[in-house]
């Protein structure tokens, strides 16, 4: 969903700062409720949104809550534990997740101290509820079937794009929960080589990037989960620009080289899915158990 400039100004109103304002600015929203009524409650901070929905917010990049391998996993209060938001970074995505949705919140990251974030989640005052892990995304320490939505938020291609992780996550969520992913992504799959205009910014770990079609795919064919939207940002690439002007001005080679493609390649990208009730998982293999018996060598 893409909001007017205007939208902006209304959430400035309401007490947002810069940054929160952005952050609503740019909510991909998916419920029963309409276009319209969606609308009008980003208009209001989303505060009248009841809690048994499920909302993920589409953020531009930086520190505001983009990370490599970081996830926030959120519960619903109002029911038993489940709610999951991936990619947390400093944690700041969580917080605003609970203070908005009223959820609680497994803030988890590989690469920013869980301490630090500690200390930000006590100077929000939700301590209670947003709860900061150490863990690397292939590796969680949750039971099955706990959380009811599972977000990542401009981490999940260092990871997802594993065939065999989305078996693996959804078993940390239940069935027909939700999982929703949004970040930096191409428009369409690359096609021989990297154009020009990128050539001075591109670097092979950026080949994880792909487009919203590529990751309805990449789910689709695994028979887990319903995709019910995978699409791109309208002129994300200007959010993508601005944003780069905010928090790292002087990084001129990719403010430029995101300025030449102009959204041709480059931009923003979201995907939800639901899992599927009836879907059988696999079970996670830790170690297989052999016995030993001494046997020559030669034979």
């Given at each position: ?72 996993f959120v519960r619903d209060k109002s029911t038993p534990p489940s709610e999951n938001d991936l990619g947390c970074g ?189 879907a059988k998982l696999d079970e996670a293999i830790q170690s297989v158990a052999t016995t030993y018996a001494p046997q020559?060598?030669?034979?």
């Open positions: 969903m893409h909001f007017p400039p205007d939208r902006l100004t209304a959430l400035r109103a309401f007490g947002y700062t810069e940054a929160e304002a952005r952050f609503l600015y740019l909510v991909a929203a998916h419920s029963g409720n309409s276009s319209n009524s969606l609308r009008r409650e980003a208009a209001h901070g989303m505060r009248s949104r009841p809690k048994s929905s499920f909302v993920w917010v589409m953020p531009v990049r930086g520190d505001i809550c983009s990370g490599i391998l970081s996830f926030s400093r944690a700041l995505s969580s917080i605003f997740l609970h203070r908005e949705f009223e959820v609680e919140v497994w803030a988890v990251d590989l690469w920013f101290s869980s301490s630090e974030n500690l200390q930000r989640i006590r100077d929000a005052r939700v301590e209670e509820s947003v709860h900061p892990i150490h863990a690397d995304a292939r590796a969680l320490p949750f039971a099955n079937d706990f959380f009811d939505a599972i977000i990542s938020i401009d981490s999940f291609p260092y990871y997802g794009t594993d065939d065999l992780y989305l078996g693996y996550v959804l078993r940390f969520l239940k069935p027909s929960g939700q999982i929703a992913i949004a970040g930096a992504g191409l428009m369409h799959e690359i096609a021989g080589p990297v154009p020009e205009r990128l050539a001075s910014w591109w670097e092979p770990i950026m080949y994880c990037l792909h487009s919203s079609s590529w990751w309805r795919s990449h789910w689709e064919k695994m028979e887990l989960v319903n995709v019910e939207l995978a699409d791109a940002m309208p002129d994300g690439w200007k959010f993508w620009v601005e944003w780069q002007n905010v928090v790292a001005p002087e990084n001129l080679t990719e403010i430029r080289a995101i300025e030449r493609d102009s959204g041709e390649l480059m931009g923003y990208i979201r995907a939800v899915a639901r899992r599927r009730p009836g020559s060598l030669l034979r």
